[in-house]
């Protein structure tokens, strides 16, 4: 096309940015708004012009801009056409060119918008709403990315939290309880689906008691008090939305206390969500079961985030009387590994170089420099998918056919414990330059070479093993079974 722009590929890129900020906020429904990390992030970070410290919330917002510049540009060049959609656009004249009403052209800017639907670049806070009108009645119309590039459809997205929060207080309960004040990082979540936050030994959580039609945010001593001397009765999901109701009981009696608020936190580290170990040194040769992939725990976390894999745990220990603090990877959660970082850093991404494992042959701790830390994102799949075929899978292999579970993660990517104890997962067989899913012992007896997220998303394109070769099955299935 003599490098001409097509409408239909600019109508994609678009929609990139669509599906990245889609993406984003279905983490946020999980996470909250959480503070971007400088390596599970860089990409986008660096695509669009983040600064550190940047939110979860500022990368959607910047994921919707970018996709609404780039219709935008494109509505530029073909609005004087009448909406007419050619296949591409003269990069010299800047008109449209080539074939004229192509299909593909208006699908592709059509599939754009429709992705760009229910998304907001300034999603608002959880007691306001993006609804902006004048005299005539409403303003802007979501589907046209002219009417205003930075404004988009009034529904509200769905509301989220933040994944650390500050609590703040000048009045009576900062000056009775001063060890209140500071900053909460999120170690779970409560059956009510809100987070629960901690910060040394106090926890700030939601306590809902029945019996006595009780339910507020509370400050006490664990998360499972039904009551504490701080609280507030505003029920908001967010405790980072709640308003300044704070009340502490003084003398058997309530005062509030309009200084205490809580808000997003953004000075305090987020760690990463799960960790991939790798070695090549020693600890790959003494102690090869604790690489591997680790995914955070949130009942086990404190102050710092742990993570398991199997029955080994990476966590901070403070060990008072052994005078050690810092991290260690061990097949215990409250005693010290073969594993070790002596250092306070809040995150074991972060804790430098100087890994060390015990050589217990020679009784002494030895520096592991190749030990490396990688964050990690989990894809969030089905916990129970359903495999099927009415071909040749089903007859070489039927004992392979019905449901799996997931019962932990590799590479990201959920694996999956079907009939007679068999696997599903996906497999990275550096060796033979070959990765995708499989089902079976080793390269499987069923394989399919797509990099898919999850299982469920793989399409047509499955290989059965028969002898030394494979065979296609194109009725193979992996549905979630809900």
Known sequence: AGGNPWQLLTAILAECFYAGA?????KMETRG??????????????????????????????????????????????????GKVDEQIDKYTGKQASAENLTWSYANILHALHTRKG???????PTT?????????????????????????????????CSSVMFESTGAIGTSNPELVGSYRRIGTDATGRSVYKKDDVYLHYVNDVAYKFEAWVFSSSADDLMGDVVNEDTNKCVDATASTWEILTDN??????????????????????LSITSTAGI??????????????????????????GGNTIFFLKDVMHHFEGWTISDSSTEIGSVTNVGPADCAEKAGNDWEYLDSANGAWVVDSSLALECVEFAECCETVILSSSGPAQEKFP???????????????????????????????????????????GLGSLSHDEDASCPVELGVGWDVAEGNGWVKDETVQIVCDF
Not at 22 to 26: E, G, L, Q, S, Y
Not at 289 to 308: E, I, K, N, R, V
Request: hydrophobic share 30%.
């Open 22 to 26: 889609t993406i984003t906020r279905k």
């Open 33 to 82: 708004n959480y503070q971007l990390s400088s390596t599970e992030n860089a990409q986008w970070m660096a695509l669009l012009n983040l600064d550190a410290g940047a939110t979860a919330s500022d990368l959607a917002a910047a994921q919707v801009s970018a996709g609404d510049a780039v219709l935008t540009r494109l509505h530029n060049h073909i609005k004087a056409d009448g």
């Open 119 to 125: 998304l907001s670049p300034d999603p608002p806070g």
């Open 129 to 161: 709403t993006t609804a902006k009108t004048t005299e005539g009645g409403p303003t802007n119309n979501p589907t046209d990315p002219t009417a205003n590039p930075t404004d988009g459809p009034t529904d509200a997205p769905p509301q989220t939290c």
């Open 253 to 274: 009696s309530w005062q509030a206390d309009s200084t205490a608020k809580v808000s997003c936190d953004g000075n305090t580290d987020t760690c990463c969500s799960g």
């Open 284 to 309: 790959a040769s003494t102690y090869p079961d604790l690489l591997g992939t680790y995914q955070q725990d949130f009942a086990a976390s404190g102050d710092h985030p742990a993570y398991t894999k």
């Open 399 to 441: 004992g392979l056919m019905g449901s799996y579970v997931q019962s932990g993660f590799e590479n990201g990517r959920p694996v999956y414990t079907g009939p007679s104890s068999t696997q599903m997962v996906y497999l990275n067989d550096v060796a033979h330059h070959w990765e995708g899913w499989v089902v079976g012992e």
